[in-house]
Every structure is written in structure tokens, then in C-alpha cells.
């Protein structure tokens, strides 16, 4: 939940309510706003919230009497937690804001005309298993809806079952651990080389809890044109949306799987996954031997990441924000529980980590929390270090610092001709800013200092920042270049 003043408070909320519906968050906002009586004419602060809003949000609504806050606020926590999730935007004027009545509370239970669930149909959940059944060349790729549904052990359950090599896309992660056997990785615009070029191979592609979203497809019209394909969701505005399905089975991940599950037979798909091997061996030797085991004299994003899986055994939860530093971090970090990678996805945020993982620390404080942050992000949201040290909220922050805003620089140079524009950083002292809110903080230019480093900083008890000076002009790969096709995938 958010709680925001009227006006320019209410409308810094707008990037954060944007980026939660388009990666189905639940989200309560509620705003302040000027007097009903002064409503629509230009009072000081006001703004038409509603408004502005509208696209961004599951539903909004204007309480202008302090009786119908109960009600709307019951109403407002069910819808962003039912079905597929989303934000909800409450605004309350100043005079209900200020008003008594008798105050009663009653859960929402159901919403007339809202259907947040789709009733599953047994045929096509039959019929899914049979097609499953009889592929010789089948691939699973699972997204957020898997977690949503909290579905990740119905899911390690069919592919075990059936041995079909499943991939994720970014906001999938963590569902299955990255080291299982079957776990065949990441797909999408910097995922692994062959689950990408195995999508344009594949016979049957079934889909779970996923959108088909532009960074995960390519290039539509070649998108898995040879395989028939599955698409299990929750929303019907999903299917058919981007790819054409051959069979849409819509209702909750947990229950459409745990339908399924009896229906599929065991079968031998050795084959068709030692494919999946020889292709990692090519990335593994041209791509990943190259990020996590380098020979550069100056550190690279990888080797940081794996410190810190050495250090946290793949328990931590890894909050990344956008660029560079998030591919790495999702396709190198070694997730052995669920729900451990928090990143912004659709929306590519910046400035996304530093608050989520504040979040995250206060939802789970059980867990160590880690973001992952560049240099760029990092200022766009610096200022939350003054919550981190009045809550003393004891999260770990990993700035990895190239000088440069570095995805777009890799493109500038792959596309542009290395023209550099607005793209290379003159930053400030961070370890010095850090220190100025009191907040421990480190900062290492040489690798023989990393482990200990990263070390220290996961043993210390409270808050923590840590500036890793990485390769100032190194790039992400694998990489499929923006409307090519997925079996256009680059590595290098």
C-alpha cells in the first residue's frame, strides 16, 4: 500500500502504478485531494488523478464522503489481489478525509460483473495433455503467473513427470531452482542461447502464466511458427493476443497444472535435451566462461554475481533494477528458493531497486535482500538511503559501477556507430554519500578484493553498501537484436 498527498504527490505515484499493472503487482494506492466543493476548479493542488490514472490501474474511485471509505476500501484490496493482480487507486477529498461517521468494516468478498478467475474448462486442459503426451520435441516456458499462483511445485512436478526442458522468462525466475536438471534457462532479448534458438525448433511450445511479450518473441512472424502451441493463463485478454494458440487453457496456474498432472504420461526426451547441452556448451565456451571467469584486468558484472552466490549459497533475494547489471544479475544468479528475483520488468523502471528492495526486506525479514543496482538507476532513486538508515532497514546494496548508462551505451555502440551520447557517467563519491547517511559502505577496484568484500557485507548485521568498479565498455550476450527473429540470436 501507498499513501500520497494531492496533487504532485499523487502524480509521482503514476511511474510506480505503471510499472505494477504492466507486471501484475497488487497495489493499493490512495491519494489526498482538495475539498469536493472545490472539485474541477483549478484549486491549489489539485489534479484529476482519476484522470490520469485510468490507464494505469485495475480500478480506481473518488471518495467524496467519509461513509463510503469502508466499502470502497474493501472492495479496492480485492480487486488488486484477485485474479490477475494489479494496482488500485483510491483518491479521498480533504472533506472526507475530515468528516465522523459510524465506522464498520466488512471484508470484499466478490464484486458484481468481476470474474477474476476463469472458470477451467476440462476438455482443454485434456486436450493439452494429450497433445503433451504425443510431442516429440515439446518446451516449457513459464512466467509470473506460475509465482502468482504459487503453482512452482505443481510445475517441478510435470516436468519431472514428463522430463520436457523448461525455460523462464525474466519475471518467472526462481519458480524452479536454476539448477535443476530440466531447468534449461532464460529466453528473451539477453537469455540463454538455446532455449532461444529451440524455440524456432521446438514441436509443441506450452506457455504457463506468461504473456508472450515482445522482449520474449522477437520478430511475431517467426516467432515458434513450425510448433503448435499451449497457452495456460489467467487472462483472457492474453490469449491470442501476440501468438495465435493452438489450445488456451485459462483459469489459475495451481488449478489448470493440477488438473493436468494426472493426465500426462512419463516419457523418454533425452534427445531432444542433449540439443538444449550442445547449444549451452557454445554459449557456455563463447559467452558465459567469459562473464563469470574473465581475463580483462578490470572486473566484470558477472564474476560480482558470482561472489555473491558463493557467498549466500543462492538463498538471498536478488532485487535488480534495469540495464545491463539486470541481465546479468537474472541470468547469473543462482536462485535456489522461490520468489527470489524482484526486478521491473514490462515497464524497465529505473530506479526500481533501491525502494523494492526496502520492500522486500519489510515483507520478508527473514531474508537477505541484495540489490543490484548500475551507477545510472542508482541516483534516480538515491535518496531512499535516508529510509534505509531512519527504518535501519539492514539491506544490502551492490552498485555496479561502469561509468556509463550501459545498455544504452551497447546499443549506441552495436546499432549506432559508437556515437555516445548522454550515455557515459561523471559520478559522486558514493561510498562517501552512503557514509554520509550512515550507512557502512565499501567500495572495491581490484577482483583480488571481491570476495572479501562482498563477504564482509553480507556478514554485517545492519544496512550496507558496496561500489564495484566494473568494465567500463563491456556488453550483455547473448543478445537478439530489437524486431529480429529469436533464432537471430547474437553471441557476440
Known sequence: MAIATSGPGATNLITGIADAQIDSTPMVCITGQVGAHLLGSDAFQETDIIGISTPVTKWNYQITKASE????????FYIAQSGRPGPVLIDITKNAQLESFGFSYEKCKAVRSYHPVPEVDPDSVALAAEMMNAAKKPMIVWGQGVLLGHAESELKTIIEKTGIPAAWTILGASAIPTTHPLNVGMVGMHGNYAPNILTNECDLLIAIGMRFDDRVTGDLATYAKQAKIIHFEIDPAEINKNVQVDVAVLGDAKTTLSQLLPLLKPNDHSAWRERFAELHAVEQKKVIDQDLFPTKERMTMGEV?????????????????????QMIACRYAQFQETRSNITSGGL???????????????????REVIAIIGDGGYQMTIQELGTIFQNKTPIKIVVLNNEFLGMVRQWQQLFFEKRYASTEMTNPDFVRIAKGYHIEANRVTQREGLKEAVKAMIQHEGPYFLEVCVEKEDNVFPMIPSGASVSDIRLE
Open 69 to 76: 471509505i469502508p466499502e470502497v476500501m474493501a472492495k479496492a
Open 348 to 366: 524497465g523502471t529505473m530506479g526500481f531497486a533501491l525502494p523494492a528492495a526496502i520492500g522486500a526486506k519489510m515483507a520478508a525479514p527473514e
Open 305 to 325: 554475481m558470482v561472489a555473491i552466490n558463493e557467498e549466500t549459497q543462492g538463498k538471498a533475494a536478488i532485487v535488480s533494477d534495469v540495464g545491463q547489471h
